[in-house]
């Protein structure tokens, strides 16, 4: 099947940065849109950031200005670069892939999430 992997998350001081990272791998024929989405507590979960294939991209407007979204399509791998973080950015982030496996089958795959803490 088809996994994601998320990395680098931690604990930052308000007004820092992050850059997490999330891998696709598996039985991949082609990654379409890839996206990150967080979870604070007692909050539902919220989109962040979803980039597509092509390299489009799309914000929540609490984070635009301060994240920027980019991925490699060759390590079918996306990136979230975070800037000037605040504390109301603490939450587990969890990555999202729109997966084909084959010419038929297609899935919408999620990692297993990264803890982000923003101190202030």
């Known amino acids: 099947q088809v996994q994601l992997v998320e990395s680098g998350g931690g604990l930052v001081q308000a007004g820092g940065s992050l850059r997490l990272s999330c891998v696709a791998s598996?039985?991949?024929?082609?990654?379409?849109?890839m996206g990150w989405y967080r979870q604070a507590p007692g909050k539902q979960r919220e989109l962040a950031a979803t980039?597509?294939?092509?390299?489009?991209?799309n914000y929540a407007d609490s984070v635009k200005g301060r994240f920027t979204i980019s991925r490699d399509n060759a390590k079918n791998t996306v990136y979230l670069q975070m800037n000037s973080l605040k504390p109301e950015d603490t939450a587990v982030y969890y990555c999202?892939?729109?997966?084909?496996?084959?010419?038929?089958?297609?899935?919408?795959?999620w990692g297993q999430g990264t803890q982000v803490t923003v101190s202030s």
């Open positions: 598996g039985s991949i024929f082609s990654v379409n849109a």
């Open positions: 980039i597509t294939s092509s390299g489009s991209t």
């Open positions: 999202n892939a729109d997966v084909r496996t084959s010419l038929i089958f297609r899935n919408d795959y």
